[in-house]
């Protein structure tokens, strides 16, 4: 190793040096090939070369500024000293992506991990946004386990639609349901279009990007304010040059993505998580990031830990405002510090800025008591996940009671039942589909092998004839997952799904089903002996798609959604060693 590596910044040599630092033909390519692009040679002399991976694509609409974003980020890395290098991974948009962003997530995360290992990189800026690119980008870096940091894109501004705040998803259910029961024409449908996303940015709901960028600061793994500033505030840059400032840092004190990555962190995102009526697909998320990281985070920690915790933000879904709002009013350090003064916080959790996470909110302002609500007046006094077991998910199932119609959170109830998403698309309109506002909705085939990639499709629409007569809500099960900007008595992510031959596998129309929220329960009320002969004769169902390519693979390798969704062959950390080298 020459002295390119003994610089009086960087002491020892960085991971880069293996590349970068060598006097030999290997150094010579590596160094001239990235020559090319106008790089002086003293910016090989050994500092932490960090990497800034780029979820930028104009098919994922979210994160359509990123390359703007990466270049404040760079600034920051060249102030404090560091060689910044951006480079892309497959970008996941919600809104395009067929049949289901989901289905990609892990396979971005595989992305993730294998451009960090094979490159010369120390540290890295992951740019995340549209919901997917979160997680993904999040659990491909805690299985390299090297210094890395979180920069949201933010969300949108408030949409605006006659006079009125709309939300991302959130009114789209409103609006196209207003249609049905035609309360709303197709062309004031239209205009409503343009009115709902008028800036660069994600979903400015409490949806799973929001949930997202929320879970990261709730981490310590992005800096302060990063969940809730606008994507078009100038403060959002000044945050992503703070960011490349502060990797560069990080790296030189050789943090670890795993010394944030802790069981502290992810107790403090849990709480969060209900604090804000953050997303249920955070769930399956949480779950997945903790087992790259090796932190032993399950389903019941989320019912356990979310107990007493109650909703304060006031967003859609669950509320009025939108992340706009949010930040204004103070962001989430103005939320956490509630957590904290009341005994809901582990205080001494590590953040990304070097301080704890006690020390980054104990002094953060409320400016607007309305969107961030005071502990003793909160929006739910139980914003927690509640998760469900019983003889119809016996590895568990999800409902988000703060998106749930209080009347419906104990039922009992007949199912209809809907074999595939094709077959309820089919029923569901049928003026002669003998249901009633008392009916349990149950949707088979669409968790993570079924669909495959576990749709957000579980908050099911309502029959049109029970709509038109003007009923809001339902009992709705399934193995799916629902969008984060959703809203209903949905339970989702039943576990073992129905295409594993789960009990779901074997409701029939008819069967009386019980929902006990409070109890926990999910009952199937069939006795033993008739669901074992249906067992004998269940048939796995055909998964379209799945005889060849990647989601063959993804079919074979998915686990449940109580495992997070994540392939068994990526959970845990494989570090960032690379065994052989290229020439
Ligand atoms: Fe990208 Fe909602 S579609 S965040």
Redesign the pocket.
Known sequence: MSNRNKSNHDPKPYRSAAWFGKDDKDGFIHRSWMRNQGLPEDVFDGRPVIGICNTWSEL????AHFRTIAEYVKRGVWEAGGLPVEFPVTST???NMRPTAMLFRNLVSMDVEESIRANPIDGVVLLC???KTTPALIMGAASCDLPALVVSGGPMLNGKYRGRDIG??TDVWRFSEDVKAGRMTLQEFRDAEACMSRSAG??MVM????TMASMVEALGLGLPQNAAIPAVDSRRYALAHQAGRRIVELVREDVKISQILTRAAFENAIRVNGAIGGSTNAVIHLLAMAGRVGVDLSLDDWDRLGRGVPTLVDLMPSGRYLMEDLYYAGGLPAVMRVLGENGLLNKDALTVNGRTMWENVKDAPNWNSEVIRSFDNPIVPEGGIAVLRGNLAPDGAVLKPSAASPHLLRHRGRAVVFESIEHYKERIVDPDLDVDADCVLVLKNCGPKGYPGMAEVGNMGLPPKLLKAGVTDMVRISDARM???AYGTVVLHVAPEAAVCGPLALVRDGDMIELDVPGRRLHLDVPEDELARRRAQWKPPVVPGADGGYVKLYVEHVQQADRGADFDFLVGRRGTTVTRESH
């Open positions: 994922t609409p979210c994160n948009g919600e809104s946004g549209c919901d991302s998803g994600h979903c949806g799973t990007a929001s969008s984060g900007t």
